[in-house]
């Protein structure tokens, strides 16, 4: 049986009352908080003359605002209070500590058994006072952050300029570089850098990082570690005592699984299964491509390789070990157009294949063409240019009307390259508009929206956001791409869908759109004012989905050697947020191969019209929704534990982000062609 843990610590608070000076002028060791923050009882008439920003100490200086506060009424500067004192506990004891952006106490530990004459090796912990809806009153939650590393030697002793610094050790703290002044700065001798991607390019050093298979488990023993050497039975700030219980056990009845069988898929003829690879080996695709037109397959390959694109011709048509072949395991029949293989002599193939597409006789109007591209540069190259050249290459092909499949070429002679073809074949099927699988549930008349975007491009924080449209059996309804910040784009995009789904589906009952963080409320205002226009009352529920993983709040199952709970298990942590672990351990006692160990996903709900948000049913109908897209996914056969709706807007939104033409043709906002 399942015994859940979170990381979270009750504490009895043992002081009722402090004495706190308040400055309205900003003054060295007090610390900053907004007028909103004050206690209850700060004198209203001094109140009233105050800005929006005030300094606070326990120290009393002369012309402060003396107020005894209490912690227990007043839990919003509460927790500026805790905060500190925690900060000073770990500050004092010669530990080094940071605060973080939002004034959470990080606390770095250095790994002793750790060996390198570069680095010194730290884990990373971050503790935040907490209010729940887990535990009454406030509580704290200890999170684990990885691990950094921070170098030996000096910045004197390093040829490192300003602009490869990013957070420094300075004095026994932890801050970014640009934040030190202008004399510490210059205080070379006292600043160790943190290592980063410029360091590790310029000193030519590798922190040799080891990655746990297990980061659930390693997370686990991290946080019960730090707990029983620095928190347990440790008074804080004569004010704070850490139950000696640990970490919170949370009632059975607060932790919940997604409906029954909310993992089946749905295959061909009708027939079930949970895994994605035997789903398809044994039952084939729920649908092939359309038949209305011809699938001719192109290969592109630099003339050195020929016998490569030789081989993964032999493999799709014929089969490679467990894999076996296009036509048997997704009813595709791979036939080569030969007369149109493109042959490039350069590493950089983009001016010859631009030359040979140009003198391509292609009748898309019959024909639906698919490229096998076998690349010399991994997609995930560090190396900008390289990395340009994948997605000119994406954007040059699909200005064709052609998809594409981009095979690296070590990977070909890899002895497990039967392992890869799998999700060639998939991705294949569904990029000529087959079917692979479905989700097994009831079909209902919502209309499911993911909305998402990429925010890795340097240029200003410019980034292209796009919009995905799903019916709830996971059926994919079209896309299209937007400028950052564009939600006019993306609301009039959702009404042309709307418009579309009840033209074809007589009405819809719901709109659920996925978000990719909190939206505000000038981002959800042009969905609403779309809505009005539509003249009618359509319920609309916005679900927020963390584009990555939850590292505050996560639960364990601490009866499970992995400590991962169940997939499908899910708690309430706040009004309207839940986290949800969603990973292959299907049951109790898994006798199947779990694929990496995620930790949870963070969900929130926001609805303006919706009543039914407090209704427990719904909540669990539209976290059931969240998890069963997450089994949309047809790149791979493994399962990911984000939905698509998030992942697959991502994915486009980076892919044109790179693009020249930010415009997408309609061919390829109906097409999977970026899987």
């Given at each position: 049986?399942?015994?859940?843990?979170?990381?979270?610590?009750?504490?009895?608070?043992?002081?009722?009352?402090?004495?706190?000076?308040?400055?309205?002028?900003?003054?060295?060791?007090?610390?900053?908080?907004?007028?909103?923050?004050?206690?209850?009882?700060?004198?209203?008439?001094?109140?009233?003359?105050?800005?929006?920003?005030?300094?606070?100490?326990?120290?009393?200086?002369?012309?402060?605002?003396?107020?005894?506060?209490?912690?227990?009424?007043?839990?919003?500067?509460?927790?500026?209070?805790?905060?500190?004192?925690?900060?000073?506990?770990?500050?004092?004891?010669?530990?080094?500590?940071?605060?973080?952006?939002?004034?959470?106490?990080?606390?770095?530990?250095?790994?002793?058994?750790?060996?390198?004459?570069?680095?010194?090796?730290?884990?990373?912990?971050?503790?935040?006072?907490?209010?729940?809806?887990?535990?009454?009153?406030?509580?704290?939650?200890?999170?684990?952050?990885?691990?950094?590393?921070?170098?030996?030697?000096?910045?004197?002793?390093?040829?490192?300029?300003?602009?490869?610094?990013?957070?420094?050790?300075?004095?026994?703290?932890?801050?970014?570089?640009?934040?030190?002044?202008?004399?510490?700065?210059?205080?070379?001798?006292?600043?160790?850098?943190?290592?980063?991607?410029?360091?590790?390019?310029?000193?030519?050093?590798?922190?040799?990082?080891?990655?746990?298979?297990?980061?659930?488990?390693?997370?686990?023993?991290?946080?019960?570690?730090?707990?029983?050497?620095?928190?347990?039975?440790?008074?804080?700030?004569?004010?704070?005592?850490?139950?000696?219980?640990?970490?919170?056990?949370?009632?059975?009845?607060?932790?919940?699984?997604?409906?029954?069988?909310?993992?089946?898929?749905?295959?061909?003829?009708?027939?079930?299964?949970?895994?994605?690879?035997?789903?398809?080996?044994?039952?084939?695709?729920?649908?092939?491509?359309?038949?209305?037109?011809?699938?001719?397959?192109?290969?592109?390959?630099?003339?050195?390789?020929?016998?490569?694109?030789?081989?993964?011709?032999?493999?799709?048509?014929?089969?490679?070990?467990?894999?076996?072949?296009?036509?048997?395991?997704?009813?595709?029949?791979?036939?080569?157009?030969?007369?149109?293989?493109?042959?490039?002599?350069?590493?950089?193939?983009?001016?010859?294949?631009?030359?040979?597409?140009?003198?391509?006789?292609?009748?898309?109007?019959?024909?639906?063409?698919?490229?096998?591209?076998?690349?010399?540069?991994?997609?995930?190259?560090?190396?900008?240019?390289?990395?340009a050249v994948y997605f000119r290459l994406k954007e040059l092909l699909l200005n064709h009307g052609i998809t594409s499949q981009v095979i690296f070429k070590d990977n070909i002679n890899n002895p497990s390259f039967n392992y890869f073809l799998p999700n060639i074949a998939i991705a294949l099927l569904a990029k000529l508009g087959g079917i692979p699988w479905r989700l097994y549930r009831p079909i209902k008349n919502d209309l499911v929206v993911g909305i998402g975007a990429d925010r890795s491009i340097v240029a200003k924080n410019k980034f292209i956001g796009s919009a995905f449209c799903f019916k709830n059996d996971g059926s994919f309804k079209g896309f299209n791409a937007f400028e950052s910040g564009d939600t006019t784009s993306v609301a009039n995009s959702i009404k042309e869908k709307i418009g579309q789904y009840i033209a074809e589906n007589k009405q819809c009952d719901r709109l659920v759109?996925?978000?990719?963080?909190?939206?505000?409320?000038?981002?959800?205002?042009?969905?609403?004012?779309?809505?009005?226009?539509?003249?009618?009352?359509?319920?609309?529920?916005?679900?927020?989905?963390?584009?990555?993983?939850?590292?505050?709040?996560?639960?364990?199952?601490?009866?499970?050697?992995?400590?991962?709970?169940?997939?499908?298990?899910?708690?309430?942590?706040?009004?309207?947020?839940?986290?949800?672990?969603?990973?292959?351990?299907?049951?109790?006692?898994?006798?199947?191969?779990?694929?990496?160990?995620?930790?949870?996903?963070?969900?929130?709900?926001?609805?303006?019209?919706?009543?039914?948000?407090?209704?427990?049913?719904?909540?669990?109908?539209?976290?059931?929704?969240?998890?069963?897209?997450?089994?949309?996914?047809?790149?791979?056969?493994?399962?990911?534990?984000?939905?698509?709706?998030?992942?697959?807007?991502?994915?486009?939104?980076?892919?044109?982000?790179?693009?020249?033409?930010?415009?997408?043709?309609?061919?390829?906002?109906?097409?999977?062609?970026?899987?």
């Open positions: 049986m399942s015994e859940f843990k979170i990381n979270i610590l009750p504490f009895n608070i043992l002081k009722e009352h402090v004495v706190i000076s308040f400055s309205t002028e900003e003054k060295e060791e007090c610390i900053h908080i907004k007028k909103n923050d004050l206690p209850k009882n700060f004198p209203n008439d001094k109140k009233e003359t105050l800005g929006n920003s005030v300094w606070w100490s326990t120290d009393t200086q002369a012309g402060d605002i003396t107020v005894s506060v209490n912690l227990f009424e007043n839990k919003r500067f509460a927790k500026h209070y805790f905060n500190k004192i925690l900060f000073d506990h770990f500050h004092n004891q010669n530990i080094l500590t940071n605060r973080n952006f939002i004034k959470d106490t990080e606390v770095w530990i250095e790994e002793t058994e750790f060996h390198n004459n570069d680095f010194k090796k730290y884990n990373k912990f971050t503790l935040r006072i907490d209010n729940n809806d887990l535990i009454e009153g406030t509580s704290m939650l200890v999170s684990y952050d990885g691990d950094s590393f921070i170098l030996t030697r000096n910045l004197a002793a390093t040829p490192l300029e300003s602009a490869q610094l990013g957070k420094v050790k300075y004095q026994e703290r932890i801050t970014k570089f640009e934040d030190l002044n202008a004399t510490e700065q210059a205080d070379r001798n006292n600043i160790f850098p943190i290592h980063n991607r410029d360091i590790k390019r310029v000193l030519n050093l590798d922190a040799g990082r080891n990655f746990s298979e297990n980061k659930y488990k390693r997370y686990y023993t991290q946080i019960h570690q730090f707990y029983e050497t620095y928190l347990k039975n440790a008074l804080i700030g004569e004010c704070i005592k850490i139950f000696e219980s640990g970490f919170y056990k949370p009632y059975d009845e607060k932790v919940k699984p997604t409906s029954e069988d909310s993992n089946l898929l749905l295959f061909g003829n009708n027939q079930k299964n949970f895994t994605p690879y035997i789903g398809l080996k044994e039952y084939g695709p729920i649908q092939s491509p359309p038949i209305d037109k011809a699938i001719k397959f192109i290969f592109i390959f630099h003339e050195e390789d020929k016998e490569l694109a030789n081989k993964v011709y032999s493999y799709l048509k014929k089969g490679y070990k467990s894999f076996p072949g296009l036509e048997s395991f997704v009813k595709i029949q791979f036939e080569i157009d030969t007369a149109k293989t493109l042959r490039f002599t350069d590493n950089n193939p983009i001016s010859e294949i631009t030359t040979a597409l140009a003198n391509l006789q292609l009748d898309t109007a019959n024909n639906a063409y698919a490229a096998l591209y076998i690349s010399r540069i991994k997609k995930d190259t560090e190396d900008e240019e390289d990395d759109v996925h978000y990719y963080k909190n939206i505000s409320w000038r981002e959800e205002k042009p969905i609403r004012d779309v809505l009005d226009h539509l003249n009618f009352s359509l319920p609309y529920v916005i679900v927020t989905i963390n584009e990555t993983e939850s590292k505050d709040y996560v639960l364990f199952d601490s009866s499970f050697d992995g400590k991962m709970p169940q997939s499908g298990t899910f708690i309430k942590t706040k009004r309207n947020e839940f986290i949800l672990c969603n990973n292959t351990r299907y049951s109790n006692k898994t006798g199947t191969r779990i694929d990496g160990f995620p930790l949870p996903v963070k969900i929130k709900f926001k609805s303006s019209n919706y009543e039914k948000i407090d209704d427990d049913n719904v909540v669990k109908e539209l976290i059931d929704q969240v998890y069963q897209f997450s089994r949309m996914y047809w790149k791979s056969v493994r399962q990911r534990n984000m939905p698509v709706t998030i992942e697959y807007s991502q994915i486009v939104a980076k892919m044109i982000s790179h693009f020249n033409n930010k415009e997408l043709e309609q061919f390829a906002r109906n097409t999977l062609w970026f899987l």
